[in-house]
């Protein structure tokens, strides 16, 4: 990642300054990128076919329906106050630094990627209902095609249900069979996920290379203020609140366990993907002790849907957006904007940029603009960086208080 760093800053510098030519900074910037988008394809590929086959074992190594329950009521606690705990850090920040009130909205619309905005996907209760919706798959085998995560979980769940129910009341030995058969799997492609972790230096340093190279210190001007309201609220939820948490419930030592986590957490930095980096997440806490049927479970689910990182985001953007166009929004408004950065993070998949595309929802809700999205554009990356390392690094901690607790 350093060498990626070093190396792209450099070249931006000397290709701001004339000394190459700024179509070969570019040239390069894209190779870094192809050669992370390759090791990003190599994690990707193994995505689907770990989690079914970890979800399945995990789910009938339990034995008994009130672990899985328990677990999972355990989980979706965590989620949700952890997400919630970094909203309002967010909230707090962004009052106390307000990155938006000097900002000038003319040099902003200037930088602006003009017309590349999403729809808007619709009211509250709209996407909490077709959340609700896309847990069910209508064809299963076509939702692990597609790479939908919720719906595969959801049936992976069932069928690992199933199989308990059928060996239990049939005594099936076939059912058996099928237990075995994905148990079989899960060896193989924890062996393949071992394979491809050799690779991580490379992918990093492509996609560090690109992010350094390509965008250089520049964009950070206009926007600077907003990047570090981020950021520093980020920190603290990154280094006080998720490692207050995991002391005060597991009584490991946070510093301990980040090292063990070191891998999932560079790759997440530079993949920005909380879904990709998926199988490193589970291999890393595995390999620090936690038990191989709380991962299996907490891990996929975390990914898709705890997101504390991008909730903090949504909400420092949002009010944001709004302190630039000199909107003052009320202690009623910003509670609204926290409720609908829950939800857009809980909505958003652990994909690059997604957090940005949901964030219409939370401007739809509190009035604002839905293409002022495109004023903040030009830092996503950076930013995206930044808050997909703090979701895996909130999944790898629930799994581990999970554990505990089990
Ligand atoms: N990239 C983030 C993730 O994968 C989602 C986001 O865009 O906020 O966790």
């Known amino acids: 990642m350093g060498l990626g760093a070093v190396l792209g800053l450099a070249l931006n510098w000397a290709g701001a300054e004339g000394m190459v030519d700024s179509g070969v900074v570019g040239t390069v910037a894209m190779l870094g990128k192809k050669v992370g988008d390759l090791f990003l394809r190599l994690l990707q590929m193994l995505v689907v076919p770990l989690i079914v086959s970890?979800?399945?074992?995990?789910?009938?190594g339990m034995g008994d329906l009130r672990t899985l329950g328990a677990i999972g009521g355990r989980a979706i606690v965590f989620y949700l106050s952890t997400s919630f705990f970094a909203i309002l850090t967010g909230i707090f920040v962004v009052n106390l630094i307000k990155p938006g009130e000097g900002a000038e909205l003319a040099l902003l619309e200037e930088g602006a990627a003009a017309g590349v905005v999403a729809q808007a996907p619709g009211g509250i209760g709209v996407v909490l209902w077709e959340q609700l919706e896309s847990l069910i798959p209508k064809n299963p085998l076509a939702a692990a095609t597609e790479g939908d995560m919720l719906p595969v979980i959801f049936f992976s769940l069932l069928i690992g249900v199933f199989i308990g129910i059928a060996e239990h009341r049939q005594g099936s030995a076939d059912a058996s069979v099928v237990r075995r058969f994905f148990s079989g799997l899960f060896d193989v492609m924890m062996e393949m996920t071992l394979f491809v972790v050799?690779?991580?230096?490379?992918?990093?340093?492509?996609?560090?290379?690109?992010?350094?190279?390509?965008?250089?210190?520049?964009?950070?001007?206009?926007?600077?203020?907003?990047?570090?309201?981020?950021?520093?609220?980020l920190v603290i939820h990154a280094t006080i609140t998720l490692p207050g948490i995991l002391r005060l419930f597991t009584g490991r030592s946070p510093i301990a366990y980040m090292r063990s986590m070191t891998t999932a957490l560079v790759t997440a930095f530079s993949t920005a993907s909380s879904n990709g980096t998926l199988p490193l997440t589970m291999q890393n806490a595995e390999e620090a002790g936690v038990r191989p049927h709380v991962t299996s479970f907490v891990l996929p689910l975390g990914a898709t849907i705890n997101m504390d990182g991008t909730a903090l985001y949504e909400a420092v953007a949002v009010l944001f957006i709004a302190q630039v166009y000199g909107i003052d929004l009320t202690i009623a408004q910003q509670g609204l904007v926290a409720l609908t950065a829950l939800l857009a993070s809980i909505g958003a998949a652990g994909i690059p940029h997604a957090g940005m595309v949901m964030m219409v929802v939370v401007l739809n809700a509190v009035g604002l603009p839905t293409s002022a999205v495109a004023l903040i554009l030009a830092v996503d990356r950076i930013l995206d960086m930044c808050r997909t390392t703090v979701n895996?690094?909130?999944?790898?901690?629930?799994?581990?208080?999970?554990?505990?607790k089990e």
């Open 54 to 60: 970890s979800l399945i074992t995990g789910v009938t």
């Open 198 to 233: 050799r690779f991580a230096p490379i992918g990093v340093f492509g996609f560090t290379l690109y992010a350094a190279a390509g965008k250089g210190p520049a964009a950070f001007q206009v926007l600077g203020w907003y990047v570090l309201s981020v950021f520093v609220a």
């Open 392 to 404: 895996v690094w909130s999944d790898s901690i629930a799994a581990a208080v999970v554990d505990a």
